[in-house]
């Protein structure tokens, strides 16, 4: 695919993106196969990158293979999500294990009720999601289940909670 093909993609044609998606699709899915998600699936990162290319393609540059471009974008959402998971799982299961350091009974009472007043700041749904998560162990999917919430939107929860926690528990 060269200049041309980039130019028409550029300029919003059709014809040139649904090739692109034909082209590529399967690509695509190999290269996100590789990858071992949690709750998101290789063809939701390949519906990003085209969406990501779709709504960025002003900025696609003509003098490089629009392969290795696109190739990019995809690597980039897939690397953005595993850096993303890798907080969540960094803060599992939110530090409550204590250091030896603190095994004074006192200050871990002490940091299991600032933990809980950060917890109870949380939005409602949070709040559930949160505790059934990391309180709980509850799995993702038996979460949506009680909840009748996507494995999705728990995922987002609890990685929107366990950023307002970090940043909590940082300043404190």
Do not use: W
């Not at 919003?12 to 034909?22: H, I, R, T, V």
């Not at 990391?134 to 929107?160: F, G, M, P, R, V």
């Amino acid at each position: 695919m060269n200049k041309k093909f980039i130019v028409s993609l550029k300029k919003g044609n059709e014809a040139a993106f649904k090739e692109a998606y034909l082209k590529y699709y399967d690509k695509l899915i190999n290269i996100a196969k590789r990858f071992n998600f949690t709750v998101l699936t290789p063809q939701d990162f390949v519906q990003e990158t085209f969406l990501r290319l779709y709504n960025k393609r002003e900025l696609l540059n003509e003098d490089v293979l629009f392969d290795k471009q696109l190739f990019t974008i995809c690597k980039n959402i897939i690397i953005n999500h595993v850096n993303r998971e890798n907080k969540i799982i960094q803060l599992d299961p939110l530090q409550l294990e204590v250091e030896q350091e603190d095994t004074d009974t006192g200050i871990f009472e002490e940091r299991q009720e600032k933990l809980q007043i950060f917890i109870n700041q949380l939005p409602e749904q949070q709040q559930k999601i949160f505790t059934l998560h990391k309180l709980e162990n509850l799995s993702y999917k038996e979460i949506a289940a009680i909840t009748d919430l996507s494995e999705k939107t728990i995922a987002n929860h609890i990685y929107l909670a366990s950023k307002f926690i970090r940043k909590k528990v940082e300043n404190h």
